[in-house]
């Protein structure tokens, strides 16, 4: 079973705060997709890594692919009350194949 | 911006009964995949299907489950005979190569 651990699990800090979430895994993945979910709703791809040590950069929002392919991490600058949700990392082996989800990191951003 | 669209956004079933949901993937989408999440669960891979065919599934697609493109624009996954357990958000995805883009799910309630 490939598993995905992403800690924290939860993460409440005042907006204006800097914050990073990580995600990891003993098996090599070919590529990791972020994703942001709304209680109730689907999964909102932010990013893809494909490359080994790659990092994106979305607005306040910078994810970094591991040199190995096993982990990422999403680091947030500045953090505001928007940026509140559930934020997902999920592997993928191969192209266009399953994705194996990791446990979620559940972030609150107060005023 | 192209979307994956969902119907029914809640579907409310009797337990046996064959239930049908329907998805309209990214038109120039060639990969397409259901997946599930139980609530308070992971998000958990169902199948994929590519040029008309599953190409991978999980342990929980048994013979009650089955997916067809019954034109060019369709996907659906089609569960036989519910079962209390199968309550859960269903969520349709595509994607042209390594970027998957999820619909906003399903609700199914089992009775």
């Known amino acids: 079973t490939q598993l995905l651990e992403q800690s924290p699990q939860f993460l409440s800090i005042q907006e204006g705060e800097n914050l990073t979430v990580y995600c990891n895994s003993s098996s090599v993945f070919s590529s990791l997709q972020w994703y942001r979910q709304e209680p109730g709703e689907g999964p909102v791809l932010l990013v893809t890594v494909v490359t080994g040590g790659e990092v994106k950069k979305l607005k306040r929002l910078t994810f970094q692919f591991g040199d190995a392919r096993k982990d990422s991490s999403l680091h947030i600058t500045a953090a505001q009350p928007g940026d509140t949700g559930l934020y997902l990392c999920a592997g993928e082996k191969g192209t266009a194949s399953k994705l194996t989800f990791g446990t979620g990191t559940r972030l609150q951003v107060t005023l | 911006e192209p979307e994956v669209t969902q119907t029914p956004s809640h579907q409310v079933t009797q337990m046996g009964q064959e239930v049908i949901l329907r998805c309209v993937p990214i038109s120039n989408h060639l990969y397409f995949y259901w997946y599930r999440q139980i609530l308070g669960q992971k998000v958990e891979f169902l199948v994929s299907f590519y040029n008309n065919e599953i190409s991978e599934k999980s342990e929980i697609f048994d013979d009650q489950f089955s997916v067809e493109r019954p034109d060019g624009s369709n996907f659906t996954l089609k569960i036989r005979s519910t079962k209390l357990e199968d309550s859960a958000m269903y969520f349709c995805?595509?994607?042209?190569?390594?970027?998957?883009?999820f619909g906003p799910g399903t609700r199914l309630t089992v009775t």
């Open positions: 995805a595509s994607s042209f190569r390594y970027e998957q883009y």
